[in-house]
């Protein structure tokens, strides 16, 4: 007998995992690859909303404890996930730089937003300067996701195979999958939940998001965001991550020529160097109408629950979201009411 299942290994599953090595719980995971939102991110981790210098929900708090775990797995593995880069956002004019600076003098905000710099970056131009952000960067969610996959296989807890809801059998106090046995199962399948037949009526939109990977010869050393993100892929010198897009109708991973037209027709506007598009993905981000995570258990079935609706930021949620949820499952400590799947019960 198993203590859990989990169904899908992106941040939401890797999260939950780590809860279940630090509380010696034995598990076995399920994953097909059929979402690849975490593979895909930029991975970028910034507590600041870029458009109206505000702070994300909570952001100084989780984002401590993301990186936290992060670097856990960084000893774990032996591998660096965590890259600080500052992120230089492109001042629009006067009036931007005024909010910049009345936004950089309040709590939390001033923790990250720093001074307006001149600086000039090779192909960017930038006449009313960049506000800089400090305590941000990038944490390379896909080659984390890979080292875990090789362990999770050398230690047999890795069935790389879709999950079959049809043949989940639910019984008293655990629940059995063909020729498994656990206390409980989670599903942390990204928008893939809305195949499951137990949780798919919760209100997970899913936004497309497309992203390009681009080579040039300049160097830029930050994340720069305009209309787009400009940022460098801590995997590969000389490539730079370009996006994303939003689309709320089409719910495929396939990439389009839109998108790849959208993108770069934004890149141009900022970055007037010569660059080679090498790689588009696209992937469903799993949103839901409030930007809250979506975390509990079932209302009839007590050994099922969910771990999903990471959303736009995944990095900064999925590691305090799976906290909560292990702790309310075995300690029935209870969870942020605003992660809470029971606020969409109907009253
Ligand atoms: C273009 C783009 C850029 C982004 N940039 C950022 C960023 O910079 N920073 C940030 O924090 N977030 C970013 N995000 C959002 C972030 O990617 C998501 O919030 C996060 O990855 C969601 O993680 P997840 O584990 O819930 O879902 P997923 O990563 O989709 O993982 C779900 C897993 O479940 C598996 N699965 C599904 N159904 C089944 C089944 N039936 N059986 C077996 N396995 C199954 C899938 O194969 C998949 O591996 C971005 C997203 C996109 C698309």
Redesign the pocket.
Known sequence: MYDYIV???????WSFLQKLDENRQNYVV????????????????NPVILKRFTPAWKAHELLNYALLQFQKAELQYGNKYIHYIDIYRKLTGVEEQNNWMAASDKPVLSEYMKDIVYETIDGIEAPYGFGVLQGTGIVNVSQLLDDVAVDLKQHDKLVE???DYEQLQIQDGYVSYQNIKARKIVF?????LK?NPFFKDLPLTGTK???LMIETEVDIPYIVKSNVFIAPNVAQKGQYYV??TYNWEDKTNTPTAAARKHLESKLQQLFNKPYKVVLQKA????TVIDRRPLAGKHPKYENLAVL?G???????L?PTAAKQLFQYLEFDIPMMKEIDIRRFDKK
């Open positions: 169904v899908g290994l992106g941040v939401a599953g399920f994953d097909n690859r059929s979402q690849q939102s975490t593979r895909i991110a930029g991975g970028m981790f195979a879709a999950f942390a399948e990204g928008y893939g195949r998001g497309e992203m996006g994303a992937g469903i981000r799993p999903n990471m959303g736009t930021r995944g990095v900064i999925a």
